[in-house]
């Protein structure tokens, strides 16, 4: 067999899984740290159930991805130990083969996490493809209100723990149990949820935004105010309705 004929026939073998996301969906990628339940635990020790070091790392692996995968991301979401990505809905890189998005994206983020942390931790991923724009505001609604619910969460089980139980008994404490059960147990032990950090309860954005910087201009040795466009952590994003719209004018403002 001829080397074309044989790489022809070859090929249908390594292709046959390769899937697309099609025209005018929009692109959605989510990755997850892999067992960081023990990273965090029991290999490095992370504050819990939030700890700031922890949450500039994963902001960190956001920006890495948002200025260096090659794809045009407009918005970055990070909590607990995931990432969602929206895509800009021009993007065509890699033919949005979903192989190559999954590959690629996990690859870079459980590098760039590796290196802050100084040792290996890997990332997977997964594409969300999303039919119209209701679909894309209900999917960051969505992540946001799993934030809200793992924060409560997180916080009722360690203050649970400091009161002296083990795991299983934490555990089996909260479960089944409804959000205003979790907030009353916080407030009786001193402890407003609502006054706790917005960042924990809903989340980090990561997004362009445009800033003015002061400069001289060499030539006339007077002030100059230029725009430059750099990447921007948001610790306080906004709630509900106001998210909704906020996610949305991120592809408003591309289109
Ligand atoms: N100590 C600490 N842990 C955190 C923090 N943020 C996230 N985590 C932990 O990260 C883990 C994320 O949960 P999962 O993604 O469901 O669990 P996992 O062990 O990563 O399992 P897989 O994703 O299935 O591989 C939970 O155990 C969280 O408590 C933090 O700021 N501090
Ligand atoms: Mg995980």
């Not at 960042?199 to 003015?212: I, L, P, S």
């Not at 910087?213 to 921007?232: A, C, F, Q, S, W």
Request: proline fraction near 3%.
């Amino acid at each position: 067999m001829r080397f074309n004929e044989f790489d022809k026939m070859m090929r249908v073998y390594e292709e046959s899984l390769d899937q697309y996301i099609l025209p005018d969906m929009y692109i959605v990628a989510r990755l997850d740290g892999r067992s960081f339940t023990r990273l965090t635990k029991e290999i490095c020790k992370f504050e819990a159930p939030f700890d700031v070091r922890f949450r500039d790392m994963m902001t960190g692996t956001v920006k890495a991805l948002m200025e260096s995968s090659g794809f045009r991301i407009v918005y970055g979401y990070s909590e607990s130990d995931e990432i969602s990505l929206l895509f800009h809905p021009e993007d065509n890189a890699f033919g949005r083969k979903v192989r190559k998005l999954n590959t690629t994206l996990a690859g870079e983020a459980s590098a760039a996490f590796s290196l802050m942390l100084g040792r290996a931790a890997t990332f997977d991923c997964r594409i969300v493809p999303l039919p119209n724009l209701k679909r894309v505001e209900d999917y960051f609604a969505w992540r946001q209100e799993d934030s809200h619910r793992n924060s409560l969460n997180a916080h009722c089980y360690w203050l649970l723990r400091k009161e002296g139980m083990n795991k299983d008994e934490a555990t089996r404490e909260l479960s089944g149990k409804s959000l205003a059960y979790k907030n009353e147990l916080l407030f009786q032990h001193g402890i407003n949820y609502n006054d706790l950090p917005a960042w924990q309860k809903r989340g980090q954005g990561v997004y362009y935004r445009n800033v003015q910087k002061e400069g001289v201009d060499p030539r006339t040795n007077t002030k100059v105010i230029t725009e430059r466009r750099e990447l921007y952590t948001d610790l306080e994003l906004p709630l509900g309705t106001e998210y909704r719209k906020f996610v949305l004018k991120f592809l408003e403002d591309e289109i």
